[in-house]
């Protein structure tokens, strides 16, 4: 059974860091793109980074590129998010997602499953 489970949302400070993690299950990882999305209120949801399997290439949204940095650790199945320098625009439900559609990483219905989210608020 293939599971996504985010974790490590909570109530930052702006200019704060924090740092997320999705831990995978029921699939070889390595083989997968894991993408990190987010959505606001009121918001479509979005992508904001991602990062293939076995080559560790990624990529960043505009919005986030210099202050969020994405890694894996394939030997625990796990893929981190690691925010700084937070604003409140930033506060989001932030999801990880797989594909093994390394090609179409960046699309976002390239992704097949999905975990529940972690909520991120930023606020002083």
């Keep these: ?13 702006p ?18 793109a894991i993408g ?13 980074s991602c990062i293939s399997g076995h080559d560790a290439n990624t990529f960043y949204a505009n919005a986030v590129k ?3 940095s994405v890694s ?6 796990t893929v981190y998010l690691q925010m700084t320098n937070v604003t409140s625009n ?3 439900i932030y999801y990880c997602a797989s ?13 097949d499953y999905w975990g529940q989210g972690t909520q991120v608020t930023v606020a002083s």
Excluded at 15 to 32: K, P
């Design 66 to 68: 210099g202050r969020f």
């Design 36 to 48: 990190w999305f987010r959505q606001a209120p009121g918001k479509e949801r979005e992508g904001i």
């Design 99 to 111: 594909t093994r559609n390394i090609v179409e990483m960046r699309t976002i219905s390239a992704y």
């Design 72 to 77: 894996r650790d394939n030997a625990k199945s």
């Design 1 to 13: 059974q293939v599971q996504l489970v985010e974790s490590g949302g909570r109530l930052v400070q």
């Design 90 to 92: 930033d506060t989001a």
């Design 15 to 32: 200019g704060g860091s924090l740092r997320l993690s999705c831990e995978a299950s029921g699939f070889t990882v390595n083989y997968y």
